[in-house]
């Protein structure tokens, strides 16, 4: 569906050259939501204004369905945007316009006649739950609903692609969760490929099913969300798998557990769909003869699967407690003894 | 009553010099808004990290707005005689100041399209490519829907500086409420002829400011 290769973006400043995108290669299915995560700076951005042509490569292709998107005339380029949509972290809706008016923005562009339009944009409202709003002005919005326009607005000529890019960033947890419900559905009811990008891995992990992470320009890791997850490779990863599973207070209480009890173990278990269901924990007391005290345990849905983590406190003698760790690998659980440095 | 106030004036001979400043007002007006979107939208689009970024063209523009916005007016009258001969082969009446009221307001009103298109959200522009707009759905859907209410707020205080210039521009001979005032009023030391003038342009300024106060605040939804 899309697919970049060795995709390199230059930017030429007063200070020397930028490498903003470097030698990128990758490749997304139709109808899968793939998320790009990433600090800023990373080059998410500019890798994502390559799908549509708003940054060209220095060097590499782009190919969205079929189209050569880095190397089309500008007239091509204008008429395979229509079905390459974007949204937008601050909307960036058209204020002079009402709801109605910026849905039917793009319709006046691909130039569909006032009254298909009038009918589309009536569709549109009522699939992103804005009724009743189609006379407000943006200013008029909430930050949630200024959001709903803007994927309204992406929506109308039928993109084959949408491109997210932070599209939840400026908004407050609660409706964030609403706009991400409201493009998995969208995803799944009108088989829409999404590219989203982001910093959050909280949003990777609940719409996404693949996720590429970027840093300094290149993909660093790629991979399905589940198995990032559950092992995260590069240290980068592991940092935004973290952001998910182990709130700070955690990783204070583990630090200070362990400074306390020198000769003590804090293990972290992780647990990934079938093995979530096992009754680790009753046997792990029942057969050694050790304290067990949990510190801290969660459960993540992503889209495809549940992941788990729960940390344990575990006292007794160190041979007891050896043994214990030893039968927990061996219950297909993920187990790391964390260590003080 | 209004015959003692004003025991001097010719009215008839005021409500024709009225109607030559609101003439001379109006068409300059026109021609001044459309100019100056014109050159706004050029030094705009021109910019560095515009659409149409032109150091050279941005350059030789800005220049020459710059000159012509700080000739004082009086002084671009007198250098533009020889251009006005030329254009209209007259330097009387009041179409004769129209060259000059144009080329004074049109680079002022410029620097004021230009202010107002920066205020627009470079993310805007950005959509709207994503949507595959063109050029011109950008200019007019985006740049200028977007910037109207200060557009408009612009070309009113335009107007109102217009409405001086063509006082200025009737000391000239190019007739109106300006020439008036100086040659039946000052010149003959007939006060009330001046004070009535005055009172009349200060009518036509505070007209031009309601109306446009009234369409920027209509059209502002922000």
Known sequence: MISISN??????????????????????????????????????????????GLELPTSGTVDVNGKVISGINSRDLRKARQKISMIFQHFNLLWSRTVRENIAFPLEIAGISKSERTKKVEELIELVGLDGRGDAYPSQ?????????G???????DPEVLLCDEATSALDPQTTDSILELLVDINKRLGLTIVLITHEMHVIRKICHRVAVMEAGQVVELGDVLDIFKQPKESITKRFVQQVTEPEETKDTIEHLLNEYKDDLVVKLTFVGESAEQPVITNLIRSFDIQVNILQGKVSQTQNGAYGTLFLHLRGNSDEAKKAVNYLEQASVGVEVITND | MIEQIFPNVNWETMWEATYETIYMTTLSVA?????????????????????????????????????????????????????????????RGANAALPALIIGAAPFYAR?????????????????????????????????????????????????ALVGYTAMAGVIGAGGLGNLAFLDGFQRSRDDVTLAATIIILLIVFVIQFIGDFFTNRLDKR
């Open chain 1, 151 to 157: 994927i309204a607005r992406a929506l109308a000529n």
């Open chain 1, 141 to 149: 919005l909430s930050g949630g609903q200024k959001q709903r326009v």
């Open chain 2, 112 to 160: 004021m399209v230009e202010i107002a298109l920066r205020e627009i959200d470079k993310g805007v522009i950005e959509a709207a490519r994503s949507m595959g707009a063109s050029m011109s759905t950008i200019i007019f859907k985006v740049l200028l829907a977007e910037s109207k209410p200060a557009l408009v707020s612009g070309i009113t205080v335009t107007a109102i």
């Open chain 1, 7 to 52: 995709a390199k973006k230059i930017f030429k400043t007063r200070h020397g050259e930028i490498t903003a995108v470097d030698d990128v290669s990758l490749s997304i299915h139709e109808g899968e939501i793939f998320g790009i995560i990433g600090y800023s700076g990373a080059g998410k951005s500019t890798l994502i204004r390559m799908l549509n």
């Open chain 2, 31 to 91: 021609i001044t808004a459309v100019l100056g979107i014109l050159l706004g939208l050029l030094l705009f689009l021109t910019s560095r990290g515009n659409i149409w970024e032109n150091k050279a063209v941005y350059v030789i523009t800005s220049v020459l707005v710059n000159i012509f916005r700080s000739i004082p007016f009086i002084i671009l009258i007198v250098l533009l005689i020889p251009f006005t001969r030329f254009l209209l082969d007259t330097i």
